[in-house]
């Protein structure tokens, strides 16, 4: 059986990272891993989606719409946005934070209201404040981290094996805080 994760967020919010530690777990437990990523206007705030499939035999990489097991969305809009992909039992997990996109900021658009709320009325909605958490542990850049924790129940895998594969893959530098906010993000859902 294949499992089907999409992460969505904007541009600076660790997507592509996070894409890269699911599938480095996933491949390190003996699946087949496909990623596809789609940049967008990443370098601008513009939204990013992710793919990842693992299973015992993947071969595409693409989440079809109404297939995604898992949804994490590192912005309010962005799960709105792409909550169509979830499939009937899957769940979203949603970065509780508000961004802008340019229509908003210019006045061409209204950021919608109680996206979270109405999102829950057809969908399995798990919420973190991770910018919060983040910037409890002195780095706003490791968001994505805690936001990872959180969603790793709903993945699978070991703690062990998380916690690995985020040494392996984020920057030396950076190991230690990255660690701490997996943590964080786990410790919050158990």
Known sequence: MTKNIM??????????????????????????????E???????????????????????????????????????LEALRYAHFLKKDGVLVINDCRIDPMTVVIGAKQYPESIIENLQK???????????????????????????GYAASFIGFELDSWMKTVEATVPPKTIEINKKAFLCGYEAKH
Do not use: C, W
């Open 122 to 148: 057809n969908h399995s909605v798990y919420t973190i404040d991770g910018q919060r958490a983040a910037l409890s542990l002195g780095n706003s850049k490791v968001l994505n981290s805690v936001v990872l």
């Open 38 to 76: 789609v940049h967008g206007m990443a370098q601008r705030g513009g939204s990013v989606v992710t793919f990842v499939r693992f299973g015992e035999e993947v071969h595409e990489p693409v989440v079809e719409e109404g297939q995604a097991d898992v949804i994490i969305a590192f912005e309010r």
């Open 7 to 36: 992460i969505v967020g904007v541009g600076g919010q660790g997507t592509l990272l996070t894409s890269r530690i699911i599938g480095k777990t996933a491949m390190e437990m003996g699946f087949d891993v496909k990623i596809s």
